[in-house]
């Protein structure tokens, strides 16, 4: 079982859509959540960190984690052209020494 | 704002050659990281570095790799012997503690090995 796992998409919307975009995870040592943004050939880009359970809102993105489902999830609210990227999901454990990603889910909002 | 840098930006090497990938992570960052991200497949994890030495690394990261923080700045990847399947994108990404456990990724370096 992969350690992380992502529905790499294509994810097609309208624009000003609500986006959700998910992941699950089997090891039950992870603590903190992370959301990237990664356009084609860049790096990725941190959006969004939490730690533990919970939500977690900025401005039009929501983080939530539910620990007990081992299920992440980032919500776009109002989303725009400019929002169509990679969304990548990332996870470490309470050391930090290592990150593990999921795949990655492409995401095209249309105008 | 203070970012990740990498260089070179593309680096085109023969197979069997060394190659050093180099970074500078923003400045008050003490962790430091190496993924790679082989074309339209996940960002792999590769070895994580934290007080001159290795904290973590990956089964990806054998004999052929090593790690380096020369200076106060520079923290490089080397890959001594280079295979075709080295072809892929390599991030550098660092570490504060300070302002959250988070990390943030430079630009990546494409190698290419022919």
């Known amino acids: 079982q992969k350690e992380v796992e992502q529905d790499p998409g294509p994810l097609s919307v309208p624009e000003g859509a609500i986006v959700s975009l998910n992941c699950t995870y089997s090891n039950s040592a992870f603590q903190y959540f992370m959301w990237y943004r990664q356009y084609s050939r860049k790096g990725p880009e941190l959006l969004m960190y939490?730690?533990?359970?919970g939500n977690k809102e900025d401005g039009r993105f929501t983080a939530q984690v539910d620990k007990s489902s081992k299920y992440i999830s980032l919500f776009i609210r109002d989303s725009q052209p400019s929002d169509s990227a990679t969304y990548l999901c990332a996870m470490s454990a309470n050391n930090f020494n290592k990150f593990y990603f999921g795949s990655g889910t492409k995401l095209n909002v249309k105008p | 704002e203070p970012e990740v840098t990498q260089t070179p930006s593309h680096q085109v090497t023969q197979m069997g050659q060394e190659v050093i990938l180099r970074c500078v992570p923003i400045s008050n960052h003490l962790y430091f990281y190496w993924y790679r991200q082989i074309l339209g497949q996940k960002v792999e994890f590769l070895v994580s570095f934290y007080n001159n030495e290795i904290s973590e690394k990956s089964e990806i990261f054998d004999d052929q790799f090593s790690v380096e923080r020369p200076d106060g700045s520079n923290f490089t990847l080397k890959i001594r012997s280079t295979k075709l399947e080295d072809s892929a994108m390599y991030f550098c990404?660092?570490?504060?503690?300070?302002?959250?456990?988070?990390?943030?990724f430079g630009p990546g370096t494409r190698l290419t090995v022919l």
């Open positions: 990404a660092s570490r504060d503690t300070s302002g959250g456990d988070t990390q943030y």
């Open positions: 939490t730690y533990s359970s």
